[in-house]
């Protein structure tokens, strides 16, 4: 098919080891009933037969990007780099979407004014045939009071659809301005973070209740994976906390107490208590707390956090090695 000079929709796909889905993945892609697409792949360093099976395509709007393997961050990082269009989606390589899905997508855009935000449905599909559709509250455009109002509830009580990177579509530009891009650093919920980078950003948002994206769980290589890195986690949140912190309400409370609950984990996974490394953290974690405490307010909940309020490296010290003795018994 003839290459788009001016594409209205870039969509940037990142996979490492899909020998086993990227056909299917691309297939999906190269199938879409709306023509003003580009398609542009990064291919991050995968050492399986990922590369021959991308190199069988041979489409002019489709371009392949070899990089040394540096994570998914990177090579997303690199595809948004590489596009040109007005509108950025993202799709990960061991996904699918149907066949009008892009041009469901454009329409709802075109439809809405051509919001700095599009987004919209997924559906979870997993090996047992089950599957799980997730939607966004609303069809149509919606006010920035509105999208605060709904974000703080969700992410106060539960990590939903605000998060995932596979359902939304960005206008370029909004990412260039802000400056926004993916934290290589961070291997558990960067596209949430990326996101949160986005939101403060976007003047012009809308929802379509369509959900033409199927988002494979429990693939092999499947670029979702869980670590216990609270000091990453607690930047994430601590974000989330700044981003709303405006909107008020008791959910700033529960956002808080999130912060918190990080900060007390990060204290007790220590692989040693000892003092100095319970010294460094605790400076760390006075840091955050400063952010977003309300001292006229402020009610310990634990023996923990009362501790670190007064600041007693020694007693935290204490606290962290009787806990740790405590666990042991138990065990």
Not at 215 to 221: A, L, S
Not at 269 to 283: A, F, I, W
Request: hydrophobic share 35%.
């Amino acid at each position: 098919m003839k290459k788009i000079n001016n594409p209205f929709l870039s969509i940037v796909i990142p996979v490492y080891n899909k020998e086993k889905y990227v056909e299917g993945c691309i297939c999906s892609v190269l199938a879409q009933s709306y023509g003003n697409i580009e398609i542009i792949v990064v291919n991050d360093g995968s050492t399986d037969n990922t590369a021959k099976v991308l190199n069988s395509f041979s489409d002019s709007r489709m371009k392949v990007i070899e990089t040394d393997n540096n994570g998914v961050s990177i090579a997303r990082n690199i595809g948004i780099k590489n596009s040109n269009g007005k509108y950025i989606i993202f799709i990960d390589g061991d996904d699918t979407v149907a066949s009008d899905y892009c041009e469901r997508i454009a329409n709802a855009i075109f439809k809405y004014d051509y919001p700095d935000l599009l987004i919209f449905g997924l559906e979870k599909r997993y090996p047992s045939g089950t599957i799980k559709r997730i939607l966004p509250f609303a069809e149509g455009k919606i006010t920035i009071d509105e999208f605060k109002s709904s974000f703080m509830l969700e992410t106060s009580e539960k990590e939903g659809i605000y998060g995932y990177i596979c359902n939304k579509a960005i206008k370029r530009e909004i990412i260039i301005k802000s400056g926004a891009e993916f934290n290589s650093e961070i291997k558990l919920a960067e596209d949430f973070d990326f996101w949160l980078q986005i939101y403060s950003s976007v003047s012009s948002l809308a929802m379509s209740l369509y959900s033409g994206y199927n988002y494979i769980q429990e693939t092999e290589e499947s670029s979702v994976f869980f670590v216990n890195n609270y000091s990453q986690l607690i930047g994430i949140w601590l974000r989330c906390y700044k981003y709303l912190s405006l909107c008020g309400g008791s959910n700033s409370i529960l956002l808080q107490c999130r912060i918190w609950g990080l900060c007390e984990a990060k204290l007790l996974e220590l692989p040693q208590c000892n003092y100095t490394s319970v010294k460094t953290d605790m400076q760390y974690i006075s840091t955050v707390l400063s952010e977003i405490e309300d001292n006229d307010r402020y009610n310990p909940k634990s023996c923990l956090q009362y501790l670190m309020k007064i600041g007693s490296v020694g007693l935290v010290y204490l606290y962290l090695n009787v806990r740790r003795a405590y666990h042991k018994l138990r065990l």
